[in-house]
């Protein structure tokens, strides 16, 4: 199995930034993709980007473009999240995941999910 811890979440005031990051440990194929999603309480769960592992290849929903960059370090086998301009709707539990390919990642097609840490932006 996969196991995927995300860390770095916290309170921050609107406008500030804050980076989450993702550890993954166990075995994984040679090509497999990763990605961020969030979920605020009532909502459904929002993909957000995704990261195609060998190649570095992203794509971004509309909502995070241009704020939001989505990294690894194949070294240390983690995934990150850079998040500025933050803005009160960004308020959710962010979980990273982990799956054979960029495309399923986009479609929610995910095979394993991290805990989830809590993003909280104040106004």
């Known amino acids: 199995q996969v196991q995927l811890v995300e860390s770095g979440g916290g309170l921050v005031q609107a406008g500030g930034s804050l980076r989450l990051s993702c550890a993954a440990s166990?075995?994984?194929?040679?090509?497999?993709?990763m990605g961020w999603f969030r979920q605020a309480p009532g909502n459904e769960r929002e993909f957000l980007a995704a990261?195609?592992?060998?190649?570095?290849?992203?794509y971004y929903a509309d909502s995070v473009k241009g704020r939001f960059t989505i990294s690894r370090d194949n070294a240390k086998n983690t995934l990150y999240l850079q998040m500025n301009s933050l803005k009160p709707e960004d308020t959710a539990v962010y979980y990273c995941?982990?799956?054979?390919?960029?495309?399923?990642?986009?479609?929610?097609?995910?095979?394993?999910w991290g805990q989830g840490t809590q993003v909280t932006v104040s106004s």
């Open positions: 995941a982990l799956d054979v390919s960029l495309g399923s990642i986009v479609a929610g097609s995910v095979n394993y």
């Open positions: 166990g075995r994984t194929e040679s090509s497999y993709a």
């Open positions: 990261i195609r592992w060998n190649s570095g290849s992203t």
